[in-house]
């Protein structure tokens, strides 16, 4: 098992940059792939980014894609989400998962493990 605990959210204007981070404790992290998950009040939670468990592969919801960027640690236990250029619309909850020996999936159902999720908002 893995408990994953994100940090790093916060209040910032459009147009600006945050990093939020995910620590995870437990079984070998270098083995897990990972993902950041977001929700909105009112809506469903969307993926937004995935990094494999090896090769650092990555894959982008859209809505991010160009803004975006997922990378990981592995000495550190960590995955990041540096997130540029923010928008209104990327206010939300934001979820980090994991998924032992996994790919770069998009789906919730294909993840585990979840963390408590950090709150981004961002002010127009």
């Known amino acids: 098992q893995v408990q994953l605990v994100e940090s790093g959210g916060g209040l910032v204007q459009a147009g600006g940059s945050l990093r939020l981070s995910c620590a995870a404790s437990?079984?070998?992290?270098?083995?897990?792939?990972m993902g950041w998950f977001r929700q909105a009040p009112g809506k469903e939670r969307d993926f937004v980014a995935a990094?494999?468990?090896?090769?650092?592969?990555?894959y982008y919801a859209d809505s991010v894609k160009g803004r975006f960027t997922i990378s990981r640690d592995n000495a550190k236990n960590t995955v990041y989400l540096q997130m540029n250029s923010l928008k209104p619309e990327d206010t939300a909850v934001y979820y980090c998962a994991a998924q032992y020996f996994g790919g770069v999936y998009s789906r919730e159902r294909d993840y585990d493990y979840w963390g408590q999720g950090t709150q981004v908002t961002v002010s127009s």
């Open positions: 990094i494999s468990w090896n090769h650092g592969i990555t």
């Open positions: 437990g079984r070998a992290f270098s083995n897990y792939a």
